[in-house]
């Protein structure tokens, strides 16, 4: 491990430190994606087209494939979940309009 990234990880274990000492008085914290949090903390907000802990030269193709879009649903399949989405938030809708009445 480079001195560089030595100091990364200690200031990142020194971050989750005192969230977990802030967590221990203060019940209002919430620690979902507490990780991801630290990490833009540290290191910053992401960068378009990096792969963070890869090194500065690593792009998405290299690092995923030039064939990773092979994973996004088509168009039809969109629209399908987009329609399923909307029908839910309507049965949501109806469910809470029933309740309050």
Excluded: W
């Excluded at 000492?21 to 914290?29: E, F, M, N, Q």
């Amino acid at each position: 491990m480079s001195s560089e990234a030595a100091e990364i990880m200690e200031k990142l274990k020194d971050k989750k430190a005192e969230y977990e000492a802030t967590a221990s008085t203060d019940r209002s914290v919430n620690f979902e994606d507490i990780d991801n949090r630290i990490i833009n903390e540290v290191l910053g907000p992401e960068r378009y087209g990096r792969v963070r802990f890869q090194g500065s030269g690593v792009n998405p193709t290299q690092y995923f494939g030039s064939t990773s879009h092979q994973y996004m649903p088509s168009g039809s399949q969109s629209q399908a979940e987009v329609q399923r989405l909307k029908d839910q938030i309507v049965q949501i809708q109806a469910s809470t309009d029933e309740q309050i009445s």
